[in-house]
């Protein structure tokens, strides 16, 4: 065991770890990383964000050539599909990325530890080494980003095999005939709609009215529809009472939320997606009396420094939204106060986004929220439907929608649904981390034909002055 004196500790390799271990050497900082998975990137980059992201990429262009290419002149025909080549570009796009960090951990001088690390106290950190054997690290200071973990619910155990979290729905060999998505929330969707797209039947329990229950109302309603008509069966208000293994089926029980009469339903997978919990498991946090919220999550200040003075935590572990973006912007902020300079987040400008077809994003307050808050605004809403590049693409479906303070003008939230969502939403992020108003956006050029002309034109619906509706 041999000791070694670094300026910052980051456990956790996944994006707010690894952003916080580069930040941190940028600043002139000995850093090291402890990372257990064995690659970094943690759950986004291994078995999250990126590894679905590259399937829903793969079934899209598949149901286009199936199902919308024809229409422009395009005639596929015989067009297949190859499950096992699929995941082979799924697996080496995250080798690749993954490798990509790991070179970044050697460019920036990053000392890069393979294994699982706890606290021995304050300024001490213990590795329990993958290749065996452990190593101690002395510090100034540590930085906590282990990222979260799959959560279920009471009597239903996940085997990744037939119950599985949204880790075993990334590697399915072949397309099952019914899946059972517990959970109508992003992660829910995005994987029911790539196995969805490859002939899966889908169906979606939600316990609460609605599916994406943080997403403004007006989105909730429309992308619900566009799912259905897509296919899936979504079933709000309802949740599932028993899930019992046959020979070669599942049968779960479901009944209304508020109770009443039960349906057994009949599948061959169900995928429990009801949420992530922070993962802590290990840490030794106790040993050192870092305080934690009885719902696992690690309690720190406006600064991302927890009731021990060295410890800073970041991500998942702490309150707010679990995006791996809003983990990077934490971990490279915290870098920076741990270096003496000035670090900042603005939560009010954070974005979310559901990568089906139509994508959704979002940035801000939603409707309900300003109204629960008293505050007066004024509203402004777009259809893709009137847009030229949306009906060139075959994209017609969804809105965008500005929400403005009747007083100022200053954007308040935006909410998209609509084909490339995801890139629209930037606009909307840096006018509101500028403080712009709804005349902002609606006085800047946007070039034509483009997608991001909705978005000006629901900033001058703000106003009642759209042109083209």
């Known amino acids: 065991m041999s000791d070694t004196e670094y300026d910052v500790v980051v456990i956790g390799g996944g994006p707010g770890g690894y952003v916080a271990a580069i930040r941190a050497a940028q600043q002139g900082l000995k850093t090291a990383v402890v990372e257990g998975r064995g690659a970094l990137g943690g759950t986004c980059l291994n078995v999250g964000c990126i590894p679905s992201k590259a399937l829903l990429g793969a079934s899209e262009k598949y149901h286009e050539a199936t199902s919308t290419m024809d229409e422009l002149g395009v005639i596929a025909e015989g067009v297949s599909f190859d499950v096992s080549k699929m995941l082979k570009y799924k697996n080496k796009t995250v080798k690749g990325l993954t490798g990509g960090i790991e070179f970044l951990m050697k460019k920036n001088k990053i000392d890069y530890v393979k294994g699982w690390g706890s606290f021995v106290d304050a300024n001490t950190i213990k590795v329990a080494l993958l290749d065996g054997g452990e190593q101690e690290l002395k510090t100034k200071n540590t930085i906590i980003a282990t990222g979260s973990e799959p959560a279920s619910i009471p009597g239903v155990e996940i085997d990744e095999e037939r119950v599985v979290s949204s880790t075993g729905a990334l590697d399915f060999e072949d397309v099952p005939e019914h899946i059972l998505v517990i959970g ?13 797209r490859l002939g899966s039947n889908i169906t979606v329990v ?5 599916i994406v229950p943080t ?11 566009i799912l259905t008509k897509q296919g899936m069966d979504i079933k709000t208000s309802t949740k599932v009472t028993d899930v019992k293994l046959l020979k070669s089926k599942i049968k779960v029980t479901v009944e209304p939320a508020a109770g009443g009469d039960a349906e057994v339903i009949e599948c061959d997978k169900v995928l429990v997606s009801v949420g992530r919990k922070p993962f802590t498991n290990g840490l030794n946090l106790e040993a050192i009396g870092v305080e934690v919220t009885p719902q696992g999550m690690v309690v720190t200040d406006d600064h991302w420094r927890t009731n021990v003075a060295s410890v800073y935590a970041i991500g998942d572990v702490t309150d707010g939204p679990m995006l791996a ?3 990077e912007e934490e971990g490279s902020n915290c870098a920076d106060i741990i270096a003496g300079k000035v670090g900042h987040v603005n939560y009010d400008a954070i974005p979310n986004v559901v990568y089906t077809t139509p994508e959704v994003a979002s940035v801000g307050k939603t409707e309900g929220e300003l109204k629960e808050a008293g505050i007066e605004y004024k509203a402004g809403k777009f259809p893709f439907m009137a847009n030229a590049k949306a009906k060139i693409g075959q ?11 009747a007083k100022t003008d200053r954007v308040l939230g935006v909410h998209i649904l609509g084909a490339d969502a995801g890139n629209l939403i930037a606009e909307a992020v840096l006018a509101m981390e500028f403080d712009g108003s709804a005349e902002d956006i609606a006085l800047t050029s946007h070039a034509h034909p483009t997608l991001s002309e909705v978005m000006k034109e629901a900033a001058l619906a703000v106003a009642g002055m759209e042109v083209h509706a």
Request: no cysteine; aromatic share 10%.
């Open 206 to 210: 939600e316990f609460l009215d609605t």
């Open 215 to 225: 997403m403004d109302s007006d989105v909730q309603a429309e992308f619900t529809k």
């Open 184 to 196: 109508g929330g992003v992660i829910g969707l995005e994987l029911g709609s790539v196995w969805g």
């Open 325 to 327: 973006h809003k983990a």
């Open 395 to 405: 994209h017609p479906e969804g809105f965008v929608k500005v929400l403005a303070d």
